[in-house]
């Protein structure tokens, strides 16, 4: 769930915009137990598609985001990636805006309107422009590390690539194990006091909830012994209330568990 804020960031629109399209009842939202209102990624998501005229370009800005990876073409998916971060000021709300486009991405396949093969090709594309743009930051020797791993069998590993950007972005170093990593890996890892964090993914594929606790349930306990923290991200069936970890639904999420650390003597 959005905050104001981060909804009209992600939507490219003033926040005020987004509290009147609210008002007005064509932008769904809840409230907090504190009276804030919240806001889903798809439902500002279909907003902006049916609502193309709400952004100035005149396009949504997720729809523009996919014909541009879909076109892939290489240098100009790179100074699209270059033109959000001058926009939005920093990378992590870049992938905010890109966890819409890929919502959108799904959204089209789902209705026949992108086939398999654009899929694959967009996905791609911003899989590597996305190690392009990562591999240029600097990274801090003297960084705490994040472990980045997929659970399970998932192979959809953009949610990964787009955490490491924000993980780079504040002077972590990465570790990327991406996916089909045995969860025996990520315990030695944590045992060995190799990293600080650690940071798993699992897509909408994952849907099994026991499963998915079985993995907190370790990782957890490891993490937990060893001071390590642990966040969970991704659409997947995690447990709402794994008894150690934090579940993050966004990337503005992600950058608030990742900024205290470095914060630290
Ligand atoms: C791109 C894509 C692919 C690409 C992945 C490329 C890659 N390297 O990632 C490819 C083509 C490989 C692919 C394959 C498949 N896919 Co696919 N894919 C997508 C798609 C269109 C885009 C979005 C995406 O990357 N989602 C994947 C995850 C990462 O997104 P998410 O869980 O919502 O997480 C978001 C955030 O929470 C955050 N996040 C995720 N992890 C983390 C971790 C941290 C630490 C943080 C901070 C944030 C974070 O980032 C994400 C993006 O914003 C989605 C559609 C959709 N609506 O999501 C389908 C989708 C996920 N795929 C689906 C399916 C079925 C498959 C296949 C089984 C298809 C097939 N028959 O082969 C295979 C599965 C392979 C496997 N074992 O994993 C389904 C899953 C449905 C389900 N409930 O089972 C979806 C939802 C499409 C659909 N509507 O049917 N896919």
């Known amino acids: ?107 089209l396949w789902e209705r026949g309107r992108l086939t398999i093969a654009d899929e694959h090709v967009a996905s791609d594309a911003l899989v590597r422009a996305l190690a392009r743009v990562g591999d240029a930051l600097p990274i801090r020797l003297d960084g705490p590390t994040c472990l980045l791993a997929c659970a399970g069998e998932d192979e959809h590993t953009l949610g990964l690539s787009l955490a490491e950007l924000c993980v780079r972005e504040l002077g972590w170093t990465p570790m990327w194990l991406g996916r089909r990593t045995p969860i025996g890996e990520v315990l030695r890892l944590v045992r060995g006091g190799q990293v600080a964090m650690v940071a798993l993914s699992a897509s909408a594929l994952l849907g099994d909830e026991q499963a998915l606790r079985a993995v907190t349930d370790d990782v957890g306990a490891a993490c937990k012994e060893r001071g390590v923290s642990l966040l969970l991200g991704g659409a997947g069936a995690w447990p709402c209330q794994p008894f150690y970890g934090i579940r993050v639904t966004s990337f503005a999420d992600f950058h608030r568990c990742l900024t205290p650390k470095m914060e630290r003597p």
């Open 1 to 107: 769930m959005l905050t104001t804020r981060a909804a009209a960031k992600a939507a490219a629109v003033a926040p005020s915009t987004i509290k009147r399209w609210a008002d007005q009842g064509i932008l769904s939202f809840s409230r907090t137990a504190g009276g804030h209102r919240r806001f889903e990624r798809f439902a500002i998501e279909r907003l902006l598609r049916e609502q193309p005229g709400s952004v100035s370009s005149g396009d949504s800005v997720p729809s523009a985001w996919v014909r541009c990876l879909a076109n892939a073409r290489r240098h100009e998916i790179d100074s699209r990636l270059l033109e959000a971060k001058a926009r939005l000021g920093s990378w992590w709300r870049v992938a905010d805006e890109l966890a819409l486009a890929l919502a959108e991405m799904g959204n």
